[in-house]
């Protein structure tokens, strides 16, 4: 806006100021006020918010500002040279199988859509629950988090993965044992290279008791692993996991988009069934804003690479990959596993499902100094949807049912839409869906998707010289 | 099982690794439901990783030698010696049982473990006890640096010297030295010895076998300065 607007004043005709007279006399021209885009309101506001506290602002949800995205990609469909299937008439089959590369019992979900690890403690027990039910309608897989397993999840999940942390809360063998699968968490998209964050109002005297830790403290855990470091002992720690665990659970190994070619070799050559890829627009319940928007790689960027590990290897869908990062819709799904994912991950838009943000909470939003649709303070436990809390009452306000269901109506929705778009393309199976089915509307998605920009054969970095 | 020769109800179930794999070791372990074959004796470890992990019946096992990352890893029950060094993570996620190293351990023993004993008749490494959650820890030598790096709750007992910065980011475990402390970590402080501590501590010493009264040693504890966010606070980070 600011820069269209400088432009046309330059190209104005009449040098020097311009003077306007009328009977009163002449008329001066106000500058109008104008905001910087280095200094935009935002920035002053938080340069004012720092100075004022002398704490950086620490907020929950993943990057708030644009990054080359999905939305960058389109489909072509079907043409003379490809027919496509007949909606509602011929299959397009949705299944994954998890873990067939080690594991002896591999996890076998109905659509590939799975709930991401969010941590009891993080949300509610009954937003716990809610996940639990939602998924498991649907025939999908949901996972713990940083504070341990729940009975709460347990109980409402058909098919729960463990997460090992850094932290190792909660963390006990009878959990690792009731567990379909294992998540030796190496790193989070919203803050790769960091640990957890759980401030005090929303350590509970429950969410104490399993973490093993006072009441009411700001709790830092850890960014590395306590009795790893390095790709060598990781391969000894999944050893370790399998020899507990009767080597029947898969063992996944998530990492935060940051060298995803290596880190993918690497969980690979450490013994993983499953490598998940978290993209820096994934969310958080809470982290430094500073980390959220400046540290990884966009999971547009991130996935050919982790692909190509995966290709080099001999592995790709042998070692299945997950993604996630802002996942929203079924496109967004469909042009993840076209780029070469077996599936994706979900958190923020399952927690938006729940209930999340919703607008029915309007007024108290308001009085949080924010209003529905930009509500991240998921950190402070004051969520007026009750998914974010640990305070009774307000955690009541969730209904587990209702929001299981709104979970698994939008889990449907997502495999419809991802589908539809298989279908056009004229796959039986959304893992048939493939680059060659994608062009890309900027240079930047398509340099980073590696398909060619939309119209031309070109692919900025391939095809050199033709 | 083959490989698993018991003699005779008073001698042990002997195992040897040099004649089997550690995946049957594991399988026969951990399917004990502690009524009979109550002793092992395992012979041949020769530093093999994860080896007598997550056994669940209170059986006592004697590995004959030096193990490798990760022995006795969640143990819940079982009283585990170990006759010579043990690798990193020893004992890592105890639950509750006996580990008993005879000779030195490496990094990270007894990490997050959240019950049991970890006796270390030796030095251990770096990161002794790091994130514990309620084990006890008793090493007769000294231990290396970072150790109880955010230990959160047990009781850590070293009989020798402590390296750099004991103790850093601790929550409530109680810490006791009676050697020399190379430094302290962040939010790391002496505290006086209470009645509770001798208590605890005396406890200890006489469970592990070591020769040395309370009144030798010093206790450290969280100060509490970093439970919660304050800018004040920012140079501890
Ligand atoms: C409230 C919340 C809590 C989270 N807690 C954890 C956690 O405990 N462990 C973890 O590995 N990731 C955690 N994450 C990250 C998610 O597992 C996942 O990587 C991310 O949400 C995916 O991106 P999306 O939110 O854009 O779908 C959390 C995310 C949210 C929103």
Known sequence: MARRADCTTSTLITPGPIEMTDSAGPRIPRTLPRFSATFDPHTIAEIQRAAATGIYDIRGSGTKRKLPHFDDLLFLGASVSRYPLEGYRERCGTEVVLGTRFAKKP?????????????????????????????????????????????????????LVYQVLPSRYGMNLRDL??????????????????????????????????????????????CRHPDWTGPDDLEIKILELRELTNWEKPIYVKVGASRPYYDTALAIKAGADVVVLDGMQGGTAATQEVFIEHVGLPILSAIRPAVQALQDLG?????????????????????????GADAVAIGTAALIALGDNAPEWEEEYQKLGTTAGAYDDWHEGRDPAGITTQDAALAARLDPVKAGRRL???????????????????????HNLEPEDLVALTIEAAAMAQVPLAGTDWIPGKNKGE | MSTAVKLS?????????????????????????????????????????????????AVSLS???????????????????????????????????????????????GATAHGGLLIIEGN?????????????????????????????SGNFVI???????????????????????????????????TEEDRIILRNLLKKSGAKAEPAEFKRYGSARRLYHFHVDNAGAY
């Open chain 1, 107 to 159: 996890i076998t979900l109905k659509i590939p859509v799975t709930i991401a690890g969010m941590s009891f403690g993080a949300l509610s027990g009954n937003a716990k629950e809610a996940l639990g039910r939602g998924a498991s309608a649907v025939g999908t897989s949901t996972t713990t988090g940083d504070g341990g397993m729940t009975e709460e999840e347990r109980g409402h999940s058909q098919t």
């Open chain 1, 177 to 222: 044992r009731r567990a379909d699968a294992i998540e030796v968490v190496v790193g989070q998209g919203a803050k790769p290279g960091g640990g957890g964050m759980l401030l005090g109002q929303k350590i509970s005297p429950r969410v104490a008791a399993m973490r093993n830790l006072p009441e009411g403290i700001d709790q830092r855990s850890s």
């Open chain 1, 315 to 339: 592995q790709h869908r042998k070692v299945q990959l997950i993604v996630s990062g802002g996942i929203r819709t079924g496109a967004d799904v469909a042009k993840a596993m076209a780029l």
């Open chain 1, 408 to 430: 698994a109506n939008y889990l449907s929705v997502l495999t419809l839409e991802a589908q539809t778009i298989a279908r056009a393309c004229g796959k039986s199976h959304l």
């Open chain 2, 9 to 57: 109800d008073s001698t042990p179930v002997v195992f040897d690794l040099a004649n089997a794999s550690l995946r049957e070791l594991n399988v026969a372990l951990q399917g004990l439901d502690g009524l009979g074959q109550s002793a092992w004796s395992i012979l041949n470890p020769r530093g093999a990783h994860a080896l007598a992990v997550g056994i669940t019946a």
């Open chain 2, 63 to 109: 590995i004959e030698g030096h193990v490798g990352y990760y022995c006795a890893g969640m143990n819940d029950g079982a009283s585990i010696t170990i006759t010579g060094n043990a690798g990193p993570g020893v004992a890592e996620n105890m639950m509750s049982g006996l580990v008993h190293v005879l000779g030195d351990a490496s990094q990270a023993a």
């Open chain 2, 124 to 152: 251990a490494s770096g990161r002794c006890g790091i994130s514990m959650k309620g084990i006890d820890i008793v090493v007769k030598g000294s231990v290396g640096h970072m150790s109880a790096f955010m230990a959160q």
């Open chain 2, 159 to 193: 009989l020798g010297d402590a390296g750099e910065a004991l103790g850093d980011c601790l929550y409530e475990a109680r810490i006791f030295v009676r050697g020399e402390v190379a430094s302290l970590g962040a939010d790391c402080e002496e505290k006086a010895m």
